[in-house]
């Protein structure tokens, strides 16, 4: 038992609850950052690595009921999901889908893009600060098609436009000479120029952290058992001992639901699984930058490790067996864009957290004084990590946060 209270204590150590952590160490407050496991060990180990500033348009945009007969077979690529899951959390699927609509969309890009804006900005300093500016790769991204989209990369484009984010529209010729080491696969390209990606997302994560905790603060790996308010704050009941703050930040990904639940909040979080894949690099056929295949649904980005192929999206619970069936479609289709050796490693899984309106939560639960929820960033996590963890950092203080949080607030759904 420790009779210590700390002005905060963040449950979760991915990217999301180590930048809460730094920014709220950054802001003077003693923290303690909490994990069953060491920082970046979850869902911020397997991502692609990228920080992107075009990722604002939500998976559940009016292009998702075109693509919707597709998805209907289960067999494709982009989506699996369980049809059990799906029936036991109707509300939530038909909730994502009621979104899928232009009025809907648009306001929510705007709320992504402050968000993505602010992050990025932190990203860029942290990263230097953290001495893990060596793994920052500023060549952008390049989302290529199989088949002749020029039609759907120019919409994509404006959209990029219509926020200011730079893009530029290629050919088959265009895209060869930005990655000459490739297979001519590609009839169209539209590259983010204004993207930057990491050679190892989860490496990152850490030095993020060892940064937080030169900064005074301090790091624990133990289980959360539960949280517990009180007259004066919070008791956070771990297997080892029991923390005392003002403030407790739930920053728990896919399993920030479960702690919140016997507070009665019944928050509508789904889990998009993703699986990847990292295979032996031909170093004289190396990638330059991710790259997206629109119609095989798939990315491949140049990592620490070697090349590593993310799969799309599987709707299932969090905790399911795992089903290797999508990126097992996926890894030969690869291969027929760049060359590459055996695996090495097993493959990995995680659980991507999202809400019905694919945006995250940020900001304080609407029942209990001191409650900060900071979760939900879908697949762009890795991105969208400090600038909430500088909102929170800033809300906690009293102060205006970095960019507008109100498209975020928990109370929208719980």
Do not use: C
């Not at 060892?210 to 539960?226: C, L, P, T, Y």
């Not at 980005?301 to 993310?310: A, F, S």
């Not at 709707?315 to 990126?327: E, V, W, Y």
């Not at 939900?376 to 500088?390: K, L, M, R, V």
Request: glycine fraction near 8%.
């Amino acid at each position: 038992m420790s009779d210590k209270k700390m002005d905060v204590v963040v449950l979760g150590a991915g990217i999301v609850g180590v930048s809460v952590a730094y920014a709220a160490r950054q802001q003077g407050l003693s923290v303690v950052l909490v994990d069953r496991r060491e920082p970046g060990s979850e869902t911020s180990y397997g991502n692609a690595g990228i920080l992107s500033s075009g990722s604002i348009s939500p998976l559940n945009n009016p292009s998702l009921w075109s693509a919707l007969p597709k998805y209907l077979t289960n067999r494709h690529a982009a989506l699996r999901w369980n049809i059990g899951w799906s029936l036991r959390n109707a509300d939530w699927v038909i909730r994502f889908l009621a979104n899928a609509i232009p009025s809907h969309t648009k306001p929510r890009a705007a709320a992504l893009h402050g968000l993505i804006g602010a992050s990025l900005k932190l990203h860029q300093d942290w990263i230097v600060k953290a001495g893990a500016a060596n793994r920052i790769r500023e060549t952008g991204w390049l989302k290529a098609w199989r088949s002749d989209a020029v039609e759907a990369a120019m919409r994509e484009q404006a959209l990029l436009t219509e926020f200011g984010i730079e893009s530029q529209l290629l050919d088959r010729q265009a895209i060869s000479a930005l990655e000459p080491n490739i297979l001519p696969v590609y009839k169209v390209g539209l590259l983010h120029s204004q993207t930057a990606s990491v050679d190892s997302p989860g490496s990152v994560v850490k030095a993020y952290a060892n940064m937080f905790a030169g900064a005074g603060g301090e790091i624990r790996q133990s289980d959360i058992k539960s949280i517990v308010p009180g007259d004066e704050g919070w008791r956070v009941v771990l297997d080892d001992a029991t923390l005392l703050a003002r403030h407790v930040v739930v920053a728990l990904g896919p399993w920030s639901a479960d702690i919140l639940r016997p507070l009665g909040y019944r928050v509508p979080l789904a889990f998009e699984r993703g699986y990847h894949r990292e295979f032996k690099p031909n170093p004289a056929r190396s990638l330059q930058r991710p790259i997206h295949d629109a119609d095989g649904s798939f990315l491949m980005t140049p990592m620490e490790q070697g090349i590593r192929v993310t799969s799309g999206v599987e709707l299932t619970d969090r905790d399911a067996p795992s089903s290797f069936a999508q990126i097992d479609a996926v890894e030969p289709m690869a291969r027929e864009v760049v060359e590459f050796g055996e695996q090495v490693g097993d493959t990995w899984r995680g659980a991507r957290p999202t809400l019905p309106d694919s945006l995250p939560m940020i900001g304080p639960a609407p029942r209990h004084a001191g409650l900060w929820l900071a979760f939900g960033n879908q697949h762009i996590g890795f991105t969208t990590g400090p600038a909430t963890g500088a909102a929170i950092a800033a809300m906690i203080k009293g102060m205006p946060p970095p960019f507008d949080v109100t498209a975020f607030a928990p109370s929208r759904y719980i």
